[in-house]
């Protein structure tokens, strides 16, 4: 995990192993119609997403809050009869938590994740980043799937100033897309730009206090050294952003 070519930055070292329980991650980015399909009528189409950054049902959900995501994968969880992984206030329920908060808020920033949970949760920055090399450096690629980022990335050069469907690039070693541009992706993670020379190297789950959360993967807007798989970002969990979506993944028993 880290940096491994040369190309990144001070935050993305030291490169180190790392040592994950097994886990399901999405294939695809968590698109506008499975967004919708739970979160209304929290979210509204018309302005959550536009046709100027992206409007259909196999478009991603982007335009969310980390907040809300928590909601998303709690709702889900329930419906498809899992065991939700988020508590909120004492609570797995989401009608039991309120709306979603759009400022900083103590509250939901203290949500517990019961890692074992067969739900529906965020990856963790560690799980993100293993998912996206393929489950090997060996190629070690620059980007998820190739050192040739216009084959497997929606990025500054070629995506026309828009997001893209779901899946039209090339798909990486363990059949994954979109994992170097399109959208970035929120994760689980606090960020911190030391937290590598401290983590733990048995199921890493980010640093115990901080203001922000990670997203990885680079997005349609950014130049192609920040869709390098090793690239971190971070934003305000209660933040909503054009370029920022998400995927999901569960527990593996």
Partial sequence: MGDTRGKGCEDELPTHIDTLNSFYIG???VTQKEFSKY?????KPDTTWTIKYGLGANYPAYNVSWYAILKYCNLRSVKEELAPCYRIGGSTNPNDWGSIPTFKDSIWDAVICDWNANGYRLPTEAEWEYAARGATNEP?????????????????????????PVGEKKDNSIGIYDMSGNIWEWCWDRYSDSYYRSSPRN???GPSSGLSRVFRGGGWNYN????????????A???SYIFVGFRVCRSAP
């Fill in 27 to 29: 294939k695809f980015e």
């Fill in 39 to 43: 979160m209304a009528p929290d979210i």
């Fill in 140 to 164: 070690d690629y620059l980007y998820s799937g190739s050192d040739k980022i216009e084959y497997v990335a929606w990025y500054l050069d070629n995506s026309e100033d828009t997001s893209h």
């Fill in 203 to 205: 199921n890493p789950v």
């Fill in 224 to 235: 192609a050294s920040l869709c390098r798989v090793a690239n971190r970002a971070d934003g």
């Fill in 237 to 239: 969990p209660y933040e």
